[in-house]
């Protein structure tokens, strides 16, 4: 029991750790990840000495992971924004992965030396833009829509390929063709994306049809369906983290998906939670006395990826879609890569593969010194483009419980029967401020109350005050409607009963 409560306590220890590490790194126009990551060396042996080097418990929880914040993405991408998009985001999801798999692997074998097996997986492994990677920064920039849709859609999809390269090229030994190829990654895509809409579309008639004992089961039994397809995707061998996230897709568009807002949020605690474990796991996966010796080898690489390989992936794809030249140039160096490179480096390991404990050491090195250099960058860079004003607001973003920036809480009540509330008007509550009735609820049908208002008998009232004065609020509204608007005058202070 108390390796349990320091396993507890360690872990509590951590996430807390990572929700101050996401508020320092958004103020600092960072992924998040980065920290998440230093806090895994910290704690890995070289530092504070715990020792993990299981790279198939790594790469289990982390594929885990991965599908989670997958899923995620699915939920809280609206439909809207990206359905127009699906034919360039796939062309870049599939094409320009096979583009930058080629022209990065050419340069670690040309410029490097390394042996073709070994450059073909490098250039495999960070062929993937990163969906935490960039969901985490690009929701903080006012980005057009069709931009910001562009790059959710395509790292959203291309996972899918980039897992296939990587468990094709990570075979000992090296032995695939074209045609296997190709028809491996046409069998995934087609029956992972037909299994995630599937389940999404199929959930989305079934959902609102389930009386659930608590509303609370209604965001489980949302992200259990999303699960659900993932596993099903990779039980029928195909892409399971394509069926994720289109089943999260699928699910988060539908105009009846009883607690949407709930169920976003649980969706995303989820996913903070799977990101902070993540990183942190990889961070401890790796040796960072080991580290200094790949750093030029993962420069080398990163700039090819940077300068020549995601721009042609990004330029040849696109040819026929209008796409203006400043949203390519932008496409081109927003291509962050994160967590998932650094998991699909435990493939070839866990298969294997010789001198693949280097390719991890290079990609953490490559993930974490190109993310330092690209992701606080893309602000200027945007307002260089002309992309963004330079005075442009971000997106507000818009939560179902945003009164506790303000030290308020939102109170509900319902007027009963013989309550002397009834025919009082909203002035003559006379609530202490700063506490206001904003909005009653009247028959099903609400409306914002003048302070002439009368209330009646059913009225649903929502009341808006501060953690301070909330106890003065409901004291106020029980002597009221225990004895009019006069209560005071009568000795009734509204105490609990």
Known sequence: MQQLYLVLLVGGLVLLAGAVAALLASRLGLPSLLIYLGLGVVLGEDVLGI???????????????????LIEGGLSTRWSDIRRLLAPATMLATIGVGISLVVTA??????????????????????????????????????PKRLAGLLEAESGFNDAPTVIFVLLFSTVPLEVSPLEITVDLLYQLTIGAAIGLAIGVGGAKVLPRLA??????????TFGLCVIAFAAGGAA????????YLSGLALGNTGRLPHRSA???FAEGLGWIAQIGLFVLLGLLVTPSELPGEVL????????????????????????FHVPWREQVFLSWAGLRGAVPIVLATFPIVQGVPGSQRVLDIVFVLVVAFTLVQAPSLRPLARLLGIIPREAPREIQLDSVPLNVAHAEL????????????????????????????????????????????????????????????AAAERRLRAVSRRGKLAHWFGEHGEPD
């Open 263 to 265: 169920t976003r949020s």
């Open 51 to 69: 020792k993990f080097h299981d790279a198939q418990i790594a790469q289990n929880l982390g594929t885990a992971a991965l599908a989670i914040i």
């Open 237 to 244: 061998e195909a892409s399971g983290f394509l069926a994720a």
């Open 297 to 320: 080898p993962a420069l080398v690489i990163g700039l090819v990826l940077l300068l020549v390989a995601r721009p042609v992936s990004v330029v040849l794809p696109l040819v026929g």
């Open 411 to 470: 109170l509900t009540m319902t007027v009963p029967p013989g309550s002397r509330l009834h025919h009082t008007t909203i002035v003559e509550l006379r609530l202490p401020e700063p506490a206001v009735v904003p909005l009653v609820v009247r028959g099903g049908r609400a409306f914002v109350p003048l302070p002439d208002s009368y209330l009646e008998i059913g009225d649903e009232l929502l009341v808006v005050t501060t953690v301070e004065h909330r």
């Open 212 to 221: 659930l004992p608590a509303a609370g089961l209604y965001p489980v039994a």
């Open 106 to 143: 050419l340069g670690a074998h040309l410029l490097l030396g390394i042996d073709w097996q070994l450059s073909l997986l490098v250039g495999a492994i960070v062929s993937s833009t990163d969906a935490a990677a960039v969901f985490s920064v690009l929701r903080v920039l006012p980005l």
